[in-house]
């Protein structure tokens, strides 16, 4: 049994974590970062098809504050992040149109997890590290995780999405914090994948799907590669649609997508080269807490994006707020 002990632990390695991380690259604080997954980035995570990144969680991002402006020209200097699109399209149920306001939305050219593997080259992180139990004794947390390995940590910052979080956590919530945290709940997120051969090409490059019963967002994915091998569409499933839907068997759900795609885009009718589904149970959620975490007491703390803004800017930062806040 290996055993380990840091002043902090931060518990999962998406964009909220890694920036707690980055905020404390010029601390003294000793810490380590855990992630269950293989991949970083969580919900804004990418997967290869043929060779070619896929965004299927997050697809793009926006830009309000400046210290995230100041990251992300960084990240454009070394062009892992581009402008992607101005104005994107609508599909009414009856027509395409574009926005009218003009907004610049981002992309990564490698996919979205480049951002999260970048912050995360700098950072003390172990993949594929589950953390399974948490109990604190003699003032100290003690962690197991999936493997023959245990944590001992002073204090905890833990970016799971929330219900994630309580699995480990709820036992030592005062009932006046469990009451702060009851109405926020998550959307699910059905993402279908569609791989055309490069023959067919999207004259739009991500349309609001704002009048249909399953959709709710449909990306030309390839729009964002340099040199892509295939056309690749991503839909998006609206929320009741996902809940509904999420259980039944994959072929089933991804052909009712294609048929509403193809009523709007008969281009698409055809069989596509290949299909896929990613289940995203946790997606977005809704009634956020309001502040940019929840200080459960001196040695814990919960946060991400269910705080102040399910986005990827406001996990970024939130995570990094957070470390300036407390070391
Ligand atoms: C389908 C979809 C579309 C989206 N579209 C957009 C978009 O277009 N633009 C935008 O800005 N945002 C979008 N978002 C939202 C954005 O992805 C999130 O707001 C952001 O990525 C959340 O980051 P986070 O670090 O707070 O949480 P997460 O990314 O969920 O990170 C939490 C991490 O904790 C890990 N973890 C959980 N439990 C444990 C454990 N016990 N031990 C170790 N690790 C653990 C998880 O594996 C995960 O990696 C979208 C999200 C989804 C799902």
């Known amino acids: 049994m290996i055993t380990e002990k840091y002043d902090l632990l931060i518990i999962g390695a998406g964009l909220c974590g890694l920036a707690v991380g980055k905020g404390l690259t010029r601390s003294?604080?000793?810490?380590?970062?855990v992630e269950k997954s293989q991949a970083f980035g969580g919900?804004?995570?990418?997967?290869?098809?043929?060779g070619q990144p896929i965004d299927h969680g997050a697809q793009y991002?926006?830009?309000?504050?400046?210290?995230?402006?100041?990251?992300?020209?960084e990240l454009e200097e070394e062009d892992i992040v581009r402008p992607w699109v101005n104005r994107l399209h609508i599909w009414n149920g009856q027509k395409f149109y574009l926005e009218d306001k003009p907004l610049t939305r981002y992309i990564c050219p490698e996919g979205m997890t480049v951002m999260s593997k970048k912050?995360?080259?700098?950072?003390?992180?172990?993949?594929?590290?589950?953390?399974?139990?948490a109990s604190f004794k003699n003032n100290?947390?003690?962690?197991?995780?999936?493997?023959?390995?245990?944590?001992?940590?002073?204090?905890?910052?833990?970016?799971?999405?929330?219900p994630q979080s309580l699995e480990l956590f709820e036992n030592y919530l005062e009932e006046s914090q469990k009451e702060k945290l009851k109405n926020i709940i998550y959307d699910a997120c059905l993402c279908?994948?569609?791989?055309?051969?490069?023959?067919?090409?999207?004259?739009?490059?991500?349309?609001?799907?704002?009048?249909?019963?399953?959709?709710?967002?449909?990306?030309?994915?390839?729009?964002?590669?340099?040199?892509?091998?295939?056309?690749?569409?991503?839909?998006?499933?609206?929320?009741?649609?996902?809940?509904?839907?999420?259980e039944t068997a994959e072929n089933k759900v991804l052909n009712?997508?294609?048929?509403?795609?193809?009523?709007?885009?008969?281009?698409?009718?055809?069989?596509?080269?290949?299909?896929?589904?990613?289940?995203?149970?946790?997606?977005?959620?809704?009634?956020?807490l309001g502040q940019s975490y929840l200080k459960v007491n001196e040695n814990l703390y919960l946060t991400g994006d269910w705080c102040l803004n399910p986005r990827m800017e406001g996990a970024f930062l939130t995570g990094l707020n957070l470390a300036e806040q407390i070391f």
Request: proline share 7%; glycine share 2%.
């Open 43 to 50: 919900r804004a995570s990418t997967r290869r098809l043929f």
């Open 192 to 246: 279908g994948i569609f791989v055309y051969p490069l023959a067919l090409k999207p004259f739009w490059k991500g349309i609001f799907w704002n009048n249909g019963n399953i959709i709710s967002w449909l990306a030309n994915d390839s729009s964002k590669r340099d040199e892509p091998t295939n056309t690749v569409l991503i839909a998006h499933c609206k929320p009741d649609f996902s809940r509904q839907y999420f």
């Open 119 to 133: 912050l995360a080259s700098v950072l003390p992180v172990s993949r594929e590290l589950k953390i399974t139990k």
């Open 256 to 288: 009712l997508i294609l048929e509403e795609l193809s009523q709007a885009i008969p281009e698409l009718d055809g069989k596509p080269q290949e299909m896929q589904l990613k289940k995203w149970l946790y997606a977005q959620p809704q009634n956020l």
């Open 28 to 33: 003294s604080v000793n810490f380590k970062i």
């Open 140 to 162: 100290l947390w003690h962690l197991s995780t999936n493997e023959l390995r245990e944590i001992y940590a002073d204090k905890i910052i833990c970016t799971a999405p929330l």
């Open 61 to 73: 991002f926006t830009i309000s504050n400046p210290k995230f402006l100041d990251w992300i020209e």
